[in-house]
């Protein structure tokens, strides 16, 4: 595949780059991949309005053919696609997008929209070689893959508040929430804060588990309210995480 990097953007024209691609009625399918983990993270689709955009801006930029615009890729979730690379294959029919995304790419939440796996493919020796070969590395990475899996209906509740924030359906407690701004959200977590506290002074666990399930939703809200996405709040639990213990 023939990568389009700052080096190429100099000696290339966008006019040129554009005559690589192979357009099918304006459109040229574009696969989203992340630069470090190599996960196949969507599929959309650019026009040459949208790949300049994306050249020019470093973020990736589609064409919704069922809304007939541009979109920019987590403008309204935060969940933006930092472009490391861009490349397209020897038909010139098909780009590869390496990013580095800032929230998982899948409006459900999940980490990618890839996240359907069809089940019950016959059994071959090469698949069976390579489940012997990783049966070791299997055990040291479900404990990894397993905690990723609790989280994340996290992942998918930002989703969700994040599309309430952008469509504000009518009647919806989180519509209200918006609308009536951050005041309204941080005078909720201040309330939901006490009660978590009342809770468990009362050591009451049913009620402590209800309280904070209500706390941890409406921290969301703020944050999606402030554009702070959660990948942040994690990655700043990471660092101080890896910080050297000073006991």
């Known amino acids: 595949m023939t990568k389009v990097s700052n080096e190429i953007r100099e000696q290339l024209s966008l006019e040129q780059v554009v005559e690589h691609i192979r357009w099918d009625e304006g459109l040229v399918p574009a696969i989203v991949q992340d630069v470090d983990t190599r996960e196949v993270l969507m599929m959309a689709y650019m ?4 790949l300049k955009l994306s050249l020019e801006s470093g973020e990736t930029w589609f064409w919704s053919r069922s809304r007939q615009e541009l979109w920019n890729k987590g403008a309204t979730s935060g969940n933006v696609q930092k472009i490391v690379s861009l ?11 390496e990013v580095k995304p800032k929230g998982p790419a899948c409006h459900t939440g999940a980490v990618t929209c890839f996240h359907n796996e069809i089940i019950g493919l016959p059994a071959n020796e090469a698949g069976q070689a390579g489940t ?16 990723e ?18 469509e504000r359906p009518e009647g919806a407690y989180t519509t209200y929430l918006f609308d009536k701004g951050v005041d309204k959200i941080l005078k909720k977590i201040g ?13 009451d666990n049913d009620e402590l588990r209800l309280e904070v399930s209500d706390l941890m939703y409406h921290l969301l809200v703020l ?10 709040i994690m990655s700043e639990l990471s660092r101080r995480h890896e910080r050297p213990r000073r006991d």
Do not use: H, M, W
């Open 47 to 50: 026009n040459r309005e949208s």
């Open 149 to 166: 899996s609790r989280f994340e209906v996290l992942a998918e509740l930002e989703s969700v508040i994040a599309e309430r924030e952008r």
């Open 87 to 97: 490349k397209y294959d020897c038909d010139g029919d098909t780009l590869l997008v």
């Open 191 to 203: 309330e939901e804060a006490s009660e978590t506290i009342i809770a468990a002074k009362n050591k």
């Open 132 to 147: 012997e070969e990783s049966a070791d590395s299997s055990t040291d990475s479900s404990s990894s893959s397993s905690a």
């Open 223 to 232: 944050l999606q309210e402030r554009k702070l996405p959660l990948d942040d």
